[in-house]
């Protein structure tokens, strides 16, 4: 790629506008080779100019046009170092320059067929047609002078833009994502062959860094892990081990009454068998009776009566903190000498709207190990967090690179608030979703887009989604075709289809799914209905019973290793049946843990089972409808 002996800094800095995905930046280009740093988006030119040979512009939830837009200084763009804009840094590139950006008639949040002019630089080696990611409500409808346009989407409208002659590119997908499907080799160009770096940069050993910054952060004290029996938690407990000794780590498993089948008994097995003496605290009633204080000063709880979805990740993510505290003083623990260790990552921190993620970055969902408790933990330098720097599949790398047992490391992601934010609560009420119109809207897509005889019915619920770097709390609809089809005669390409264009039409629509079973057709009798559900034991034992069916079918057929996660919800549609609730089954792939796309039947689920989850779960008592999550990440998340 470049030229000689490289010349100049070579490292990139990533302007941080408050993207989900902004760390995936800095983590494609770590995998390059090339040096890199998240700053805040407003960093002064003297601060950037001679100590960086790139920028990249992250995404953001903001308009670049807005009273209340992140500050970014213009002259940035005039030091003659190359930059790169990614959905709001393409906006801004435009906007700055003197181009126009205005709100779009619709937004999008899905993968999309583009056009690009391939005669440039950034899509050099590259097709003219690409498949991309385009998220976003905003759109360049003016070119700022000296520009020119290099990508088009549907319609026409102008998606890549660049001032070959300034070296400033822009973008309005996500080239980080893997859902583009050749952004890698888009940013390697812009490093490469517009940036001009060598991609000479050694990263230290990452297995390394971690044991010293533990280290360094706990000095002579102890440490104690809190383990859930995912592999974040294992891998970090097996760092903190190796880091200080086994005699100073102390390891605890809280069982707060939300884990799976036989969890926690199978859990302390397999950790003991890698030397992890675990203490199983069993807090059931404790978690059930919680209840917290939110930043606005709100009393929420307790937990066994919350409803919102949001409540109940805080009240489980302070009590966790509580009940730690009290575990500290039943092992005699100095709780001044003590640290806690936590397998956070960095999507974790990201959905939260951590600042060690992101500076600006909008809440998507608290996560338990990132609640206002433990960033107060945080600050008062309590918490380390060995791996808040690592995604999914590199935490997968590094747990087998430290021996731990083949099934632990490739245990199916479980949240560590259990299956309590699987069950979609509901006091009873059907919560308002879709408008006449909107409805009408759906029908018609439908009606176009397939000559299959489906039905359709909006669910009585409301699931959280990610829509432009923001939070969603919106419509799920749920097709369906007569009762007698079987699952390998069903379009699942054409219902797939129909599921990335709703949500694109119908903004508020987040989430698509198939119904197994009798056909429901919108506003029929029951398809309304909806059944008063809490976190009480009866409701979590349903779930619970539901999960086991799907996670022993997926040991049958060998499936852990082909998808990345397969949550189980339950949701509190009766469908007539007094009484009664359903359940969602979100067979998901991804690498990056930020985007991903449901899993394929047929392709990605064996046929057989597929066949054997519908009816196992449809064999649970209390269990009205099985349906099947057709939606990718945007725009919907990958838990309800």
Not at 94 to 103: A, D, F, P, R, S
Not at 150 to 168: F, I, Y
Not at 215 to 233: N, P, Q, T, Y
Not at 584 to 595: E, G, K, Q, S, V
């Amino acid at each position: 790629f470049s030229q000689g002996k490289p010349k100049g800094p070579q490292k990139v800095a990533i302007l941080d506008a408050g993207a989900q995905y902004g760390k995936l930046i800095d983590r494609r280009v770590r995998e390059l080779n090339v040096e890199s740093e998240v700053v805040p988006l407003d960093t002064p030119p003297s601060k950037l100019k001679g100590n960086y040979g790139a920028i990249i512009i992250s995404g953001g939830p903001g308009s670049c046009y807005a009273a209340d837009a992140p500050a970014f200084d213009p002259a940035v763009l005039e030091m003659g170092i190359p930059v790169l804009g990614v959905c709001y840094g393409y906006q801004l590139l435009n906007h700055v320059c003197g181009g126009k950006v205005e709100k779009a008639e619709k937004r999008e949040d899905r993968q999309e067929a583009i056009q690009v002019e391939s005669s440039s630089t950034l899509y050099h080696g590259l097709g003219k047609t690409q498949t991309v990611l385009l998220t976003h409500g905003d759109s360049v409808t003016k070119l700022a002078p000296g520009f020119a346009a290099t990508g088009w989407a549907g319609g026409g409208h102008v998606v890549a833009l660049e001032n070959a002659e300034k070296r400033l590119y822009g973008v309005q997908f996500h080239p980080e994502v893997d859902l583009t499907e050749h952004g890698i080799a888009m940013v390697k160009n812009f490093l490469f062959r517009v940036a001009r770096l060598g991609g000479s940069y050694t990263p230290k050993s990452r297995h390394q860094a971690a044991l010293d910054e533990i280290r360094e952060a706990v000095g002579s004290k102890d440490i104690l892990v809190l383990v859930s029996g995912g592999v974040d938690s294992s891998v970090c407990a097996a760092l903190c081990r190796e880091a200080i000794g086994p005699a100073r780590v102390h390891a605890i498993h809280v069982d707060h009454g939300f884990m799976r089948l036989h969890e926690s008994d199978t859990v302390k097995v397999a950790l003991g068998k890698v030397g992890i003496d675990l203490h199983v605290v069993n807090c059931t009633s404790d978690f059930a009776r919680a209840g917290t204080t939110t930043q606005k000063g709100k009393k929420i709880g307790p937990l066994i009566e919350a409803i919102a979805p949001e409540d109940k990740r805080m009240i489980i993510g302070d009590t966790f903190m509580t009940v730690t505290e009290a575990a500290v003083a039943s092992l005699k623990l100095d709780p001044n000498n003590v640290y806690l260790a936590q397998g956070t990552l960095r999507p974790d921190l990201i959905e939260s709207g951590s600042h060690l993620a992101s500076s600006k970055a909008d809440v998507i969902k608290t996560h338990h190990n990132d609640t206002a408790l433990v960033r107060k933990l945080r600050d008062e330098g309590k918490i380390v967090e060995p791996l808040k720097d690592y995604h999914k599949d590199e935490v997968r790398a590094l747990g087998k690179g430290l021996g731990l047992p083949k099934h632990l490391v490739w245990r199916q992601p479980f949240p560590g608030p259990g299956l309590a934010i699987r069950v979609l609560c509901s006091d009873g009420t059907r919560p308002e979703t879709l408008t006449a119109a909107e409805v009408s809207k759906v029908r018609a897509l439908i009606a176009k887009a397939s000559d299959m005889p489906l039905s359709f019915t909006v669910l009585p619920v409301r699931t959280v989604g990610v829509q432009g770097d923001c939070r969603s709390y919106k419509a799920a609809i749920a097709l369906s075709l007569p009762g007698t089809t079987d699952v390998a005669k069903v379009d699942w390409p054409g219902l797939f289809a129909i599921a990335r264009q709703i949500p694109s039409e119908v903004p508020n629509v987040s989430r698509t799914c198939f119904m197994f079973g009798d056909p429901v057709e919108q506003g029929a009798p029951g398809s309304e209905d909806v059944t008063a559900t809490v976190c009480s034991q009866p409701v979590v034992d349903q779930l619970r019973q539901a999960d086991h069916v799907v996670s022993t079918v997926m040991l049958k057929h060998n499936l852990h290793h082909e998808l990345s996660q397969v949550p189980v919800v339950l949701f509190p549609a009766s469908f007539g049946v007094k009484g009664n609730r359903s359940v969602a089954l979100r067979p998901f792939i991804t690498r990056d843990f930020m985007t991903g796309t449901p899993a394929v039947p047929g392709k990605d689920v064996p046929f057989a089972a597929l066949r054997e989850w519908v009816k196992g779960v449809q064999d649970v008592e209390g269990i009205s409808k099985v349906v099947y999550d057709l939606t990718a990440k945007p725009p919907g998340t990958t838990e309800w």
